[in-house]
């Protein structure tokens, strides 16, 4: 029974990988293929672990794979956060909407 | 060939698409592939790991998953402005 768990989380994580890499391929620009890298970072390191943790229970092993997954899933929504900010910086020269902007000789007024 | 070691190298598919964007598309396009393509591979490591049953190696995937937030973040970083 925890074998079969394990091969169906193992197959929907290969699954979701798969199906996200090939998003990342055909979107148009960084925002869009930026709403791919997410199910990479969050769902299928959750499955992968599951899976580890069907097949051996709580070792050091998947205690060590649980601390790897965690940084993955704790790394992913930052790293989107911050690449976000830097497409649109390079983009517009600010990440903030047009008219927020403070203006120039203006201090931090808006 | 246990079913770890198959998912490793199904997952490990996913790299060439992720490279296909790194070589062809912007800069930020790059960045993006390189923080799926880092996800994708730390998994990688620790489904071999697993699958070889070699404890020694889940400490690479570690350490891989912590450069993976400070790397991503200095590319971001110098992307706002410099390069």
């Known amino acids: 029974m925890r074998s079969v768990l394990a091969d169906i989380c193992l197959a929907l994580a290969v699954l979701v990988v798969l199906a996200s890499v090939v998003g990342l391929l055909v979107m148009r620009d960084t925002y869009q293929r930026l709403h791919f890298v997410t199910p990479v970072a969050l769902i299928a390191p959750v499955l992968v672990g599951l899976a580890v943790l069907a097949r051996s229970g709580w070792t050091e092993s998947s205690f060590e794979t649980w601390l790897a997954l965690l940084f993955v899933m704790i790394a992913g929504p930052f790293l989107t956060h911050a690449t976000i900010r830097a497409a649109r910086i390079r983009e517009t020269g600010d990440w903030r909407p047009r008219r927020e902007r403070p203006r120039a000789g203006n201090g931090d007024q808006p | ?83």
């Open chain 2, 1 to 83: 060939m246990n079913v770890f070691v198959i998912a490793a190298i199904a997952m490990l598919a996913g790299v060439i698409p992720c490279g296909i964007v790194a070589c062809r598309g912007t800069v930020m396009d790059a960045v993006v592939a390189y923080e799926a393509l880092s996800a994708i591979v730390i998994m990688v490591l620790l489904l071999l790991a697993d699958g070889f049953r070699r404890s020694g190696e889940f400490e690479l995937a570690v350490v891989l998953a912590v450069l993976m937030l400070g790397s991503g973040l200095v590319f971001a970083r110098f992307l706002e402005r410099w390069l």
